[in-house]
C-alpha cells in the first residue's frame, strides 16, 4: 500500500505516509492519514493537469494574439502607406508610443527623428502626434500651413489653471485669440516699449546695485563673492513684466512687506503652474481620468488655479479703485495693462488669464536664457573678455548700457544668438494642432493631430551648421540678410512670440550690464555643467552660481552713483 501511495506520487507522498508508519497502533490515524495524502495527490495530479492544459492554453493564446497584433501591424502599416503618413517607430496597442518618450523629451525626439527622418508620426495613446525636426519642414508648417496649423491642442492644464483655455498662448486660431493677439501686440509694440524704457531701466540699477553690495561685503571689501544668479534674474523679469502690466513691482529690496508677499506667492504659483503644465497623462489616455492617482493631480490643478484666481483678482480690484480714486469716480486715460483692458471693457477673467499668461510665458524664458548664456560665457572667458572690449567701446566707463547701444554691439548679439541656438528655452516651441488635414515634407497630416516642432534639433543640425554643438559666436560674424542663419527660438509665423522683442531688450541690456561692470569667474576648477533639467522652458539643470567682483574701473563713476 506505501508503495502503491508511493508509486502514486514520489515526491509528495513520503512525509505523511513515514509519520503515519511511526504510530502503527493508530490504524484509524493511518487511514486518515492516507486517505488525506491520497486526496492531496489526486488534487496535485488535477493541479498539474490542469496547470499543463493551462500552459498549452496560455500559448495557445500567446501565439493567436501575437499572430492578431502582427496583422494589426501588417494592417496598420498598409494602411498608414496608403494615407501617405509620416514614418513612425512600432508602437503598442492604447499608449501607442507612450513608452519611449523619456525627459528630456526633445532629446529622445531627436533620437527618434535621428532613425526615422525630419517628420516623424508618433502616437501619444489617443493623440497623433508629429513631430518635426528640419528648419524646411518647419518652414512649411509655418508659411504654406501657418493658419490650418494656428490652433492650440486642449490639454487639462490649461482647461483648469488658463480659464478653461481662454488666454491666448492656449486657445485656438479664432477672433478670440485674434483680439487678444492685438492686443498684447499693442502693449508689446515698440511704442509701448519705448514707452516703458524706464521700467527696464530702473530694474536693471536695482540689479546691479544688489550686485555690487554684495560683492563689495565680499572679503572685506572689493573681492570676489559668489553670487546665486537665477533668482536674481527671475526677479528682474518678473518685475519689468509686472509693472508693465499693473504699474507695480513686487520683488526686491525696495518692496513693501505687503506687495513682497504678493509677489513671493505669485511666483511659488507660477512655478507650481510650470509643474503641473504640459503633458498630463490623461491628456493621452482619457480613461485615465477616472483614475485616483491622476485626480489628485487633477485637485492640485484645482488648488493652483484658485490661488492664482484670487492673487490676479486683487490686483484687478487695486488697479481699479485706483483709477476711480484719481479721478473721482470716471475712468482715466489707459497707462498699465490692466488699465487698458479695464477701459475696453473685458471681462475680469479674460484680464486675469492675459496676466498670468504674459507673467508665464515672459519670466521664466527671459531669466533662463541670461542664465544659460552667462554659464556659456564663464566656460569661454576669451569670449566674454572680447565682450567686455566691446562694451568699453562703444558705452564706455563712464554709464551703464542703454537701449539704443543694443545695436552697435555685434558682438553680444551674436553671443546671444548662440545661446539661442544651442539652449532654445522652449526647445519644443508650445504644441500646435492641425485644424485641416494638410501636408508637411509630402506626408499627409491629418486634421486633429499635435504638432511638435524640435527647435533643439533643428539648431543642431550638422547639414546646416559646422561643428554644431559648439559654442560659436563668431560664426556669425559678417553675415547679413539671407546669408544670415534662421534660428527658430520664439517660432515663426502667426504664433510666433509676441514677446520678442521685449525678451531681446531685456536680455541684452542685463547682459550687457553684468559683462560691463563685472568680473566673473566660476566657482571652481570645473566647467560650469551645462545639462538642461526638466521643466516647460528649458531650465539649467542646476542653478547657476559664480564668482563676481566689481570692476576696479566702474566703481567710482557708475556702481558707487546708483
Ligand atoms: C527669451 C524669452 C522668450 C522666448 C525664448 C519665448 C519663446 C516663445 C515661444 C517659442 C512661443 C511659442 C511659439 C509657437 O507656438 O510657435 C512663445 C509664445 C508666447 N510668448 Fe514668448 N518667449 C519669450 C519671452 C516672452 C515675453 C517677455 C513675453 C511677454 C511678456 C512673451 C509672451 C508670449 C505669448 C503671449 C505667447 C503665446 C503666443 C500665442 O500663442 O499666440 N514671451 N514664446
Redesign the pocket.
Known amino acids: 500500500m506505501v508503495l502503491s501511495v508511493k508509486k502514486l506520487d514520489p515526491t509528495n507522498s513520503i512525509k505523511p505516509l513515514a509519520c503515519c508508519i511511526s504510530l502503527p497502533t493508530h490504524s484509524l490515524s493511518l487511514s486518515l492519514s492516507l486517505s488525506l495524502s491520497l486526496k492531496r495527490n489526486y488534487r496535485k495530479r488535477q493541479k498539474s493537469l490542469l496547470h499543463s492544459i493551462f500552459m498549452d492554453d496560455l500559448w495557445v493564446h500567446i501565439i493567436s494574439a501575437s499572430f492578431v497584433l502582427f496583422l494589426l501591424f501588417l494592417f496598420k502599416l498598409q494602411r498608414s502607406n496608403k494615407r501617405n503618413l509620416p514614418p513612425s517607430p512600432p508602437s503598442l496597442p492604447i499608449i501607442g508610443h507612450l513608452l519611449l518618450i523619456k525627459e528630456p523629451v526633445h532629446r529622445t525626439l531627436q533620437s527618434l527623428s535621428d532613425r526615422y527622418g525630419p517628420v516623424l508620426s508618433l502616437s501619444f495613446g489617443s493623440r497623433s502626434v508629429v513631430v518635426i525636426s528640419s528648419l524646411s519642414s518647419a518652414e512649411e508648417c509655418?508659411t504654406r500651413n501657418d493658419i490650418i496649423l494656428?490652433n492650440?491642442p486642449r490639454l487639462l492644464s490649461s482647461e483648469i489653471m488658463l480659464y478653461g483655455n481662454t488666454?491666448?498662448?492656449?486657445?485656438s486660431y479664432g477672433p478670440h485669440?485674434l483680439n487678444?493677439?492685438r492686443l498684447?501686440l499693442k502693449?508689446?509694440s515698440p511704442h509701448h516699449l519705448a514707452g516703458s524704457l524706464a521700467v527696464r531701466l530702473e530694474e536693471l540699477r536695482l540689479l546691479v546695485k544688489s550686485l555690487h553690495e554684495v560683492a563689495m561685503a565680499a572679503a572685506g571689501g572689493g573681492g570676489f563673492a559668489r553670487v546665486e544668479l537665477r533668482s536674481r534674474l527671475q526677479e528682474l523679469?518678473f518685475n519689468?513684466?509686472m509693472r508693465?502690466i499693473s504699474g507695480k513691482r513686487y520683488l526686491g529690496a525696495t518692496v513693501d512687506a505687503g506687495d513682497a508677499e504678493v509677489g513671493m506667492r505669485f511666483l511659488e504659483v507660477i512655478s507650481e503652474h510650470f509643474e503641473l503644465s504640459g503633458t498630463d497623462p490623461s491628456d493621452f489616455l482619457s480613461a485615465l481620468r477616472m483614475v485616483a492617482d491622476f485626480k489628485g493631480r487633477e485637485r492640485k490643478m484645482e488648488d493652483v488655479a484658485k490661488r492664482a484666481d484670487v492673487i490676479l483678482q486683487g490686483l484687478i480690484d487695486e488697479l481699479r479703485s485706483r483709477m476711480k480714486r484719481s479721478n473721482g469716480g470716471r475712468e482715466v486715460e489707459s497707462k498699465t495693462m490692466i488699465d487698458s483692458m479695464l477701459s475696453e471693457g473685458y471681462s475680469d477673467d479674460i484680464i486675469k488669464g492675459h496676466i498670468l499668461?504674459?507673467?508665464i510665458?515672459?519670466?521664466d524664458?527671459?531669466a533662463?536664457?541670461i542664465e544659460w548664456i552667462m554659464s556659456l560665457l564663464l566656460n569661454h572667458p576669451n569670449v566674454m573678455k572680447k565682450a567686455r572690449v566691446e562694451l568699453d567701446e562703444v558705452v564706455g566707463r563712464d554709464r551703464l548700457p542703454n537701449e539704443t547701444d543694443i545695436h552697435k554691439l555685434p558682438c553680444l548679439h551674436n553671443i546671444i544668438n548662440e545661446a539661442?541656438r544651442l539652449f532654445?528655452?522652449?526647445p519644443l516651441?508650445?504644441?500646435?494642432e492641425s485644424a485641416e488635414d494638410c501636408t508637411i515634407g509630402g506626408f499627409n497630416v491629418p486634421r486633429g493631430t499635435m504638432i511638435l516642432?524640435n527647435?533643439w534639433t533643428i539648431h543642431r543640425d550638422a547639414n546646416v551648421w559646422d561643428d554644431p554643438t559648439s559654442f560659436k559666436p563668431e560664426r556669425y560674424e559678417g553675415l547679413k540678410g539671407d546669408q544670415a542663419y534662421r534660428l527658430?527660438?520664439?517660432?515663426?509665423?502667426?504664433?510666433?512670440?509676441?514677446?520678442?522683442g521685449?525678451?531681446?531688450k531685456?536680455?541684452s541690456l542685463a547682459l550687457a550690464a553684468l559683462i560691463q561692470c563685472f568680473e566673473w569667474e566660476r566657482v571652481g576648477e570645473e566647467p560650469v555643467d551645462l545639462s538642461e533639467g526638466t521643466g516647460l522652458?528649458m531650465p539649467k539643470r542646476e542653478p547657476l552660481e559664480a564668482m563676481c567682483k566689481a570692476r576696479g574701473c566702474m566703481i567710482a563713476n557708475v556702481l558707487a552713483q546708483l
Not at 429 to 432: D, E, G
Not at 489 to 499: A, D, E, H, T, Y
Request: hydrophobic letters at 50%; aromatic letters at 8%; glycine letters at 8%.
Open positions: 509655418f494656428a492650440r488666454t491666448i498662448g492656449s486657445t485669440w487678444l493677439r498684447t502693449i508689446l523679469s519689468i513684466i508693465m499668461s504674459l507673467l510665458a515672459g519670466t524664458t527671459s533662463v536664457t539661442f532654445p528655452p522652449a516651441l508650445v504644441p500646435h516642432v527647435v527658430l527660438p520664439f517660432g515663426m509665423g502667426r504664433r510666433s512670440c509676441p514677446g520678442a521685449l525678451a531681446n531685456a536680455v522652458t
